[in-house]
């Protein structure tokens, strides 16, 4: 009897995360996607402090700037053409109307981002394209365009050799205790054309490989792109754009990473996590009911009881 899809075998695992593992995970909306769920099932996770970042180059500039406890200053802000402030370091969720404003949204997001660098054990990295934005006024990488007109800002493409270089330099002084897991976002660029948009996940797809080849003992690459792409291979399995994935394939990769990534123990309490979850997303019919209460304090028993496991 056939299958009726390409299983993809993944690779041997290089990593070992416990319920006790702390982990960041950083880049497109394919990573928040992915860390939402090791948040929801119990793992203790942190995803994108500053927001969604999509190229390679944004993103090592974020760990830098976190792992030498960089925080932004007013110089790094700028108001744009809707009368809004932005950060050349943040994605939108630092915008605000006043400059105080927009600062302070920034330095939050920017202790929380030091605090989950320094504690991060494994860091899982979801790069979505080659093409980044650079400030043509400080000539700055940007870590988003924020949708201003081209006057701000010039686009530019990165290649292959690029990408390896700056991360098998930057990776190389890493604390020797963390470990980098890379995947590829497979969201569609067609604001690129389709071709475009292959040719960038080849080029970040080449430059993954050339760096864990570099650095086996501190880098993997998790074959998300692929699961997507050829094990799934429908577009059942994407949202309504036909773009992002969908909620129904981002869990499958969430359950493929479990099996390759997560020790027996951390398999278990993610499973018991897993029935919390679904517990507190329950809608009662009568919130005001005996019964409801009943739910609700088991549901308290069950948190506590999983956590001092």
Same mark, same amino acid.
């Given at each position: 009897m056939p299958l009726f899809r390409t299983p993809v075998v993944l690779p041997p695992q290089s990593v070992s995360i416990s319920p006790k593992t702390s982990l960041l995970f950083v880049g497109s909306c394919f990573a928040e996607e992915v860390g939402k769920r090791a948040k929801t099932y119990g793992l203790q996770a942190t995803s994108n402090p500053t927001g969604t970042l999509y190229n390679p180059e944004s993103i090592l500039l974020t760990l830098q700037r976190w792992q030498h406890n960089a925080y932004t200053s007013? =110089?790094?802000?700028?108001?744009? /053409? =809707?009368?809004?402030?932005? *950060?050349r370091f943040h994605n939108s969720l630092a915008d605000a109307r006043t400059k105080e404003e927009c600062l302070e949204r920034c330095l939050t997001a920017d202790k929380q981002g030091i605090k989950a660098f320094r504690e991060a054990a494994v860091i899982l990295i979801t790069w979505g394209t080659n093409r980044l934005y650079v400030d043509n006024?400080?000539?700055?990488?940007?870590?988003?365009?924020?949708?201003?007109?081209?006057q701000f800002y010039c686009e530019q493409t990165q290649t292959t050799q690029e990408i390896a270089r700056h991360w098998i330099s930057y990776l190389q002084c890493l604390p020797a205790e963390k470990k980098v897991v890379f995947t590829v976002s497979p969201y569609r660029y067609k604001k690129y054309g389709l071709h475009?948009?292959?040719l960038a996940k080849s080029a970040l797809l080449l430059a993954i490989d050339e760096i864990c080849n570099a650095l086996p003992k501190r880098c993997a690459y998790f074959p998300a792109y692929e699961i997507v792409l050829d094990e799934l291979r429908d577009y059942r399995f994407y949202a309504q754009d036909m773009l992002h994935v969908s909620?129904? &394939?981002? =869990?499958y990769v969430w359950e493929q990473?479990? /099996?390759? &990534?997560?020790?027996?123990? &951390?398999? /278990?309490? *993610?499973?018991?996590w897993k029935k919390i979850a679904q517990r507190l997303q329950?809608?009662?019919? =009568?919130a005001q009911s005996e019964a409801y209460k009943h739910f609700q304090e088991e549901t308290k028993r069950l948190i506590e009881t999983t956590k001092n496991d």
């Open positions: 007013a =110089d790094d802000l700028f108001k744009g /053409s =809707d009368e809004l402030w932005h *950060s006024e400080t000539k700055q990488v940007l870590a988003n365009c924020h949708k201003q007109p081209p475009g948009n292959q909620p129904v &394939a981002a =869990d990473f479990q /099996s390759w &990534a997560l020790t027996p123990e &951390a398999l /278990s309490y *993610s499973a018991k329950h809608v009662p019919r =009568d």
